[in-house]
């Protein structure tokens, strides 16, 4: 364990939506450090979401927002083992753990997708999520159910 704990970094907001939310996501989706192509990605992304859902009165950010907040798992299971056995033990998810494997599993199954753009790819993921389904909905699911499953071994905690 550390004896400081890392500083908090600071993002700046994105210059079309200034939202930092939007910048971590970037930063997740970011490849080789090529983040204005990143950006160019999500924007085109946001575009395609746009047309396709005209009819959900909702803008392509607020329908992105409800996307990640759809995939967004509440608990996890983590391996502990006791006495020589290893058990699934069922543990909440920090907020900010929460975000960020809302954002991974989103741009993951979004990667795994068929499709010819990576923009055309992440709208359709984000659309899925939006709808509750497609794999990143399907992950958290999972997660889920796994928690679930495993709630007896919830009192070993630490």
């Known amino acids: 364990m550390r004896k400081t704990k890392p500083k908090k970094r600071i993002l700046l907001p994105d ?3 200034k939202d930092t939310l939007v ?3 970037v930063n997740n989706l970011m490849l080789d450090g ?3 192509i990143a950006y160019t990605i999500f924007y085109n992304a946001m575009d395609l979401v746009g047309e396709k859902m005209k009819d ?3 803008a392509p950010l607020e329908i992105w927002k409800k996307a990640i907040d759809n995939v967004t798992p509440h608990v996890e299971v983590k391996s502990r083992r006791v006495g020589g ?6 543990i909440e998810v920090r907020a900010e753990r929460k975000v960020s494997l809302a954002m991974k599993n989103l741009i993951l199954y979004a ?3 068929s499709g010819r753009t990576m923009a055309e790819k992440l709208a359709a993921e984000i659309m899925a999520a939006f709808n509750e389904e497609g794999g990143a909905f399907k992950r958290r699911e999972d997660m889920h159910k796994m928690a ?4 007896a071994f919830a009192h070993f905690r630490f």
């Open 34 to 36: 090529k983040k204005s």
């Open 85 to 90: 056995a290893t058990f699934q033990v069922p």
């Open 111 to 113: 990667r795994k997708r």
């Open 56 to 58: 959900s009165e909702k």
């Open 23 to 25: 910048t971590r996501f």
């Open 15 to 17: 210059p079309k939506f």
């Open 148 to 151: 679930e499953a495993n709630k």
